[in-house]
């Protein structure tokens, strides 16, 4: 059965992982970025990622920070796939994960409390607005035979295991895991629309990007054995590992309001390197 698919941060990292799974699958994708240099090469591969399939796509430009951009992807994404939508997948967060130098708690100026604006409301605002507005198309979807279409949301490790001056990132991704758990019961009981949220560990996507598709990088690049040595699975996540996730939070109609966590045995107490 070929899905129909809307996919927030879908032109890199994790996000353009999924975008191309799903194309490849044979499903149909709508992605929202606000990168236009990325959107433009995703573009340009969605073709060969399809490979022949009967898969169609759109990527279209949406700054998630802004909600009447929000509402305007929305309704061409509602025209697009005749009121039908199978999966929502929240994924989009802002690039730069930590504050700059400048913006930590006890720097002068609001510099770091616009900063904090922005990624709550994309990190966090944008996907409670756009689930809100896609239940109807939910209710009309079908992920599988017996059941509505279904909300994912990704959330990260760092939800329970900050860093300095992650606040804004860690604050973002712990409301996604509440807004998960409160959404799943309101739509689960009202619309049997069911919500789940994938935490990823260690997610390595230094290849999943303009650039790196220009010099060849390869996955492994950028990884040192140290790296690889401290997971117990032995080796760093892949944004394959996370689509696989995706998979079955979509198929399995018994499985709402949990938090699949994805990572390779590391676990949730340990801190990240700079």
């Known amino acids: 059965m070929a899905l129909k698919v809307l996919l927030t941060g879908g032109a890199r990292g994790i996000g353009r992982g999924l975008f191309r799974h799903f194309l490849r699958g044979g499903h149909h994708v709508i992605i929202l970025d606000s990168n236009t240099e990325e959107l433009d090469h995703v573009r340009s ?4 990622w399809s490979n022949g399939s009967k898969a169609t796509w759109g990527a279209l430009q949406c700054d998630l920070s802004k909600r009447e951009e929000i509402k305007s992807a929305f309704n061409t994404v509602e025209e697009k796939f005749d009121g039908k939508l199978d999966v929502l997948i929240n994924n989009a967060f802002p690039t ?7 913006r930590r708690m006890e720097a002068d100026g609001d510099a770091m409390e ?11 605002t944008a996907p409670f607005i756009l689930s809100r507005l896609c239940i109807p198309l939910l209710v009309a979807g079908s992920s599988t035979p017996n059941s509505p279409g279904t909300i994912i949301n990704i959330s990260s490790t760092r939800a329970y295991q900050a860093e300095s001056d992650h606040e804004a990132y860690s604050t973002a991704k712990a409301g996604i895991l509440g ?46 054995k140290e790296d690889i040595a401290w997971h117990p699975a032995g080796r760093v996540g892949k944004a394959d590992d996370i689509a696989r996730a995706v998979e079955y939070l979509v198929g399995s109609e018994f499985v709402t309001g949990q938090e699949v966590v994805v990572d390779g045995g590391v676990g949730r107490k340990m801190v990240y390197p700079e």
């Open 114 to 124: 616009q900063e904090w604006d922005l990624k709550i409301a994309i990190g966090l």
């Open 179 to 224: 807004l998960t758990q409160s959404m799943s019961i309101s739509l689960g009981h009202r619309h049997k629309i069911r919500v789940n949220v994938i935490i990823p560990g260690w997610i390595h996507v230094q290849d999943e990007s303009k650039a790196a598709d220009e010099k060849g990088t390869e996955w492994k690049e950028g990884l040192s």
């Open 96 to 102: 730069t994960l930590s504050l700059s130098e400048d």
């Open 45 to 48: 591969q969605a073709e060969k």
